[in-house]
């Protein structure tokens, strides 16, 4: 397992480009399954769990073409198979994306059931009593979700979601484009993520009203065609670098992104004493105040209050902050896996429940520490880049999962990062 070496306390200056939301392209992958025609998808960012969604494709019959490493063109024409194995599930969970798809145009799919993951149990209850609503049969097979239309075709029908779940709300958004009549999905999931999946399949043919907002409305058509379509920037690696200008001291550059995406993420770090300003519609400047970091409480929530996708990086910033902060997690129980990391490099914090309170402005030294799932990864590596000394950062394929050339990145801009490679590693720390 590959590794990275962080040598802290560069403070960071330059230029970054923003890669495409992992998070969009994972849908609008899915997405091409509904339609026999080819849809072309820009700016799709080249990570891991992209390259495993295009082989969960391919696996299934889809046709895919990289026309270069960010442009996939994908043709479903020929649909063999109607799962997704627990080989795949198991390594990425959204390969659940797959089910409203395949239903939708197919009326039949299996999908292996997602165990528990580092962050949770996270179970996919709600997209499957919302396509039972659709009029879909589902049933549990030795570990897989089998799900059927009787009809062959699914029937609009009025929904309302529980709990707000983003990729619930995209599942069921798929199945319903093709599906007979009207759907109404009901305290839907806001992310951009939904307004850019609901764009791309609009532009493939669906009639898709209010994605972006808490009701969704669905007029079923019979089939979808041909698409171009550009995945929006990501907003957490966004607010990942706003974060390691200010760790750092350093003094940031961000382009390509989409700052009315992560508001609730910038108006926060103001707060915090980070100076943000917005210097076009797709690009930010960011560096710390002259009178350094606060304290401020977080809670999050979904769209468009504060993500828990950008809570461990906050959490990281506030271990440098003036004051006592309170961090509070009630998207996902079971997020703090960084916390006992970051103890181990000195910061002070304690967890209570769905609570952690960090006192602020502790000296982080270089240890070694190992990264638990995808965000927690994203946070010790901002520590390691504030830290003074070497970090160690175990365990980094998390990290490759959404996170696109981010060694070189931070490389560019002044961080001391580098990638051990498994051997390498294995003999450094062995004294070789
Ligand atoms: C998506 C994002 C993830 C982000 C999360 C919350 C993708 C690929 N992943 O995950 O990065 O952290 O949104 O913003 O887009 N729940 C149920 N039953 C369900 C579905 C969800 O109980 O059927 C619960 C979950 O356990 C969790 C909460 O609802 O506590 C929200 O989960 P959800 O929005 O579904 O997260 P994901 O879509 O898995």
Redesign the pocket.
């Known amino acids: 397992m590959d590794k990275f070496l962080i040598r802290g306390g560069k403070p960071l200056h330059g230029t970054v480009t923003i890669s495409g939301a992992?998070?969009s392209a994972?849908?609008c992958l899915a997405a091409t399954l509904l339609s026999p025609k080819t849809v072309t998808l820009h700016n799709v960012p080249y990570v891991r769990?992209l390259i495993t969604q295009r082989r969960l494709l391919e696996d299934l019959g889809a046709e895919t073409l990289l026309l270069h490493k960010h442009t996939h063109k994908i043709t479903a024409s020929d649909i063999e198979l109607f799962e997704a194995p627990y080989e795949l599930v198991k390594t990425m969970?959204?390969s659940v994306?797959a089910l409203g798809p395949l239903l939708g145009r197919f009326g039949k799919a299996k999908v292996s059931l997602p165990g528990g993951c580092a962050?949770?149990?996270?179970?996919?209850?709600?997209?499957?009593?919302a396509f039972e609503k659709l009029g879909a049969e589902v049933s549990l097979e030795s570990g897989d979700v089998v799900a059927t239309a009787p009809k062959g075709r699914l029937q609009g029908a009025d929904l309302e979601f529980k709990?707000?779940?983003?990729?619930?709300?995209?599942n069921v958004m798929m199945a319903a484009v093709l599906a007979d009549g009207t759907t109404t999905l009901r305290n839907a999931?806001r992310?951009p993520?939904i307004e850019d999946l609901a764009e791309l399949l609009n532009k493939m043919g669906a009639k898709i009203e209010g994605a972006g907002t808490s009701t969704i409305t669905i007029e079923g058509v019979e089939e979808l065609g041909e698409a171009e379509h550009s995945i929006i920037p990501d907003r957490?690696e966004t607010g990942t670098f706003l974060v390691a200008a200010a760790i750092t001291n350093g003094e940031l550059t961000i382009e390509n992104c989409q700052p009315k995406h992560l508001e609730a993420v910038i108006n926060k770090l103001r707060e915090a004493g980070v100076e943000i300003e917005q210097i076009d519609d797709t690009t930010l400047h960011a560096k710390c105040s002259k009178d350094g970091l606060r304290a401020v409480d977080v809670i999050t929530q979904?769209?468009p209050k504060f993500?828990?996708?950008m809570q461990a990086q906050y959490m990281a910033l506030m271990t440098q902050a003036e004051g006592t902060s309170v961090v509070v997690e009630t998207?996902?129980?079971n997020r703090f896996m960084h916390v006992a990391e970051m103890q181990r490099m000195g910061a002070d914090i304690e967890i209570e429940g769905n609570t952690a309170t960090i006192k602020g402005k502790k000296n982080l030294t270089g240890a070694k520490v190992l990264a638990s799932d995808?965000?927690a990864s994203a946070s010790l590596v901002l520590a390691g880049l504030a830290a003074t000394g070497e970090t160690l950062i175990d365990r980094v394929y998390h990290i490759d999962r959404g996170y696109e050339t981010i060694v070189k990145k931070i490389s560019s801009i002044g961080g001391d990062i580098t990638r051990i490679k498994e051997s390498i590693a294995m003999s450094a720390e062995n004294g070789e």
């Open positions: 992992k998070n994972l849908p769990d969970r959204a994306l962050i949770g149990t996270r179970p996919i209850d709600l997209h499957l009593r709990m707000v779940t983003v990729t619930g709300t995209e999931a992310e993520e957490i979904p769209h993500p828990t996708d998207i996902f129980e995808l965000r």
